[in-house]
């Protein structure tokens, strides 16, 4: 009997941590989405790619030199933004030691965060618009 409750308390435990921690990651999304949505928290800033990785899921890592108003150096493209950059020639024409014009928010959302880039380009090349980027960052939180 005692066996039992046990493991009923240990099975109970385990759901109310795993039912926390989803509704932290709900209400985190929620203010990452709700910051997002206002286009007036991007802003443009210039900066000297120090690294540049494609992952196996397609998505293109970006670290540069300190941007101002940032608190980090890392930044990425997800999905279709990733794709439309790719295709627009940025993984073949731009390298470390290039310098890159960007728009991404400078709000961190805790430990290990990535800035999302919304517009991307180098010199007059555009490798991604403002308006085709902020259009698929916002529909990662549909």
């Known amino acids: 009997m005692k066996k039992n409750l046990y493991w009923i ?4 435990v385990t759901v109310l941590c795993m039912t926390s921690c989803a509704i932290f990651e709900a209400s985190w999304d929620a203010k990452a989405e709700k910051y997002y949505s206002d286009q007036a ?3 443009q800033r210039c900066a000297v790619i120090t690294h540049i990785q494609q992952s196996d899921e397609g998505k293109i890592y970006i ?3 300190q941007p101002e108003g940032f608190s980090d150096v890392c930044f990425k ?3 279709t933004s990733s794709k439309i950059a790719k ?3 940025f993984i073949t024409q731009v ?3 290039d310098e890159i014009t960007f728009m991404s928010a400078p709000r961190y959302f805790g430990d290990g965060y990535v800035y999302p ?3 991307l380009s180098k010199g007059d090349k555009v ?6 980027g902020y259009e698929n960052l916002m529909k990662e939180y549909e």
């Open 9 to 12: 308390a240990l099975l109970l």
């Open 41 to 43: 928290n991007f802003v």
């Open 63 to 65: 670290t540069v030199e």
């Open 77 to 79: 493209l997800d999905g």
């Open 87 to 89: 295709d627009n020639g």
């Open 95 to 97: 390298k470390a030691g």
């Open 117 to 119: 880039v919304v517009s």
């Open 127 to 132: 490798y991604l618009s403002f308006d085709v």
